[in-house]
């Protein structure tokens, strides 16, 4: 398996991703240019500020996301944008959403 940039592998990246419902969201999210945490967290009805910093943090640590901070002291501005790999990150999740809807069209076979 390929590591990024000597990090951790890509296919990691997706498993770690794809396996959390709100992750998926919070990317869907930020792809539709949504990136000050209040925003996000008010377009996740159920979701904690808690996990959804955790998963913030999780999305820069693997470079999908960047944080920026505008300001000295506060209240800071704080927003959450892709980062070019993030924005490839999308596609494989549209290509994934895309399938799906295939397959409940019936236009894919799920049989061997």
Do not use: H
């Amino acid at each position: 398996m390929v590591e990024r940039d000597g990090g951790i592998p890509v296919a990691s990246m997706v498993e770690s991703i794809v396996g959390c419902k709100w992750s998926v969201s919070l990317l869907r999210l930020a792809a539709d240019g949504t990136s000050r945490p209040s925003a996000l967290q008010r377009a996740c009805p159920g979701l904690s500020a808690k996990v959804m910093n955790e998963r913030l943090r999780k999305m820069v640590r693997f470079g999908i996301m960047r944080r920026t901070v505008a300001g000295d002291k506060p209240p800071v501005e704080v927003d959450y944008l892709l980062t070019p790999f993030g924005q490839r990150f999308i596609e494989l999740l549209d290509d994934v959403r895309r399938l799906q809807q295939d397959v409940d069209r019936g236009g894919v076979s799920t049989e061997r």
